[in-house]
């Protein structure tokens, strides 16, 4: 990740409270709270906003049809199954999982 990247996703994430920045020669940013207190779901809402899939799901006023529309409903369910895992995974339980898959990977020398 570039440099200017980084610092593009570091606002979000400090205006939702999950950074915090260091001052200093040994600056940087850290969590402001626990790995474990930090969902997937406060993350992807601080970087990308509204998590709804489709326009119709946040505003009933985009279609006229939003009372009768399938398609609207199944999106909508769709979209609380993906903020539900996503509210269920913390970063410490990404963590964990990625220690987990490291261990058992094998070692690459590519260069």
């Known amino acids: 990740i570039s440099a200017k990247y980084l610092e593009q996703l570091t606002i979000p994430l400090r205006r939702a409270g999950l950074i915090q920045a260091e001052r200093g020669p040994n ?15 406060d993350i992807v809402e601080a970087v990308e906003g ?6 119709c799901i946040a505003s009933r006023t ?27 995974t913390t970063l410490a ?9 490291q261990a058992g990977a094998v070692p690459c020398y590519q260069i």
């Open 50 to 55: 509204s998590l709804d899939l489709i326009d």
């Open 62 to 88: 985009v279609c006229d049809r939003t009372d009768t529309c399938a398609a609207r409903k199944l999106w909508g369910r769709v979209g609380r199954a993906i903020s539900e895992v996503l509210a269920d």
């Open 27 to 41: 600056g940087g940013y850290q969590l402001a709270k626990s790995a474990a207190e930090i969902s997937a779901h």
């Open 93 to 101: 339980d990404l963590r964990e999982e990625q220690r987990t898959a």
